[in-house]
């Protein structure tokens, strides 16, 4: 489900909120996946002032 909403997002520019795992407290960004690194398992997240790469092992949660 996570790799489907991930894909929708890329596929379609549709915004997303991701829940990282932090060992501290859990971290939501919002944002448009742009690209999806399957050899190094991560994803690149254009947020409103930033992007950030993710590592998908760390995806907790996706919602649209």
Avoid: C, H
Wanted: aromatic share 10%; no cysteine; hydrophobic share 40%.
């Amino acid at each position: 489900l996570i790799d489907q909403v991930l894909a929708y997002s890329k596929r379609y520019w549709e915004q997303i909120t991701i829940t990282q795992f932090e060992p501290v407290q859990n971290i939501k960004l919002r944002g448009v996946v742009m690209a999806i690194d399957k050899q190094l398992r991560r994803i690149n997240l254009q947020t409103d002032d930033d992007y950030d790469w993710i590592k998908i092992d760390d995806v907790i949660q996706v919602t649209t």
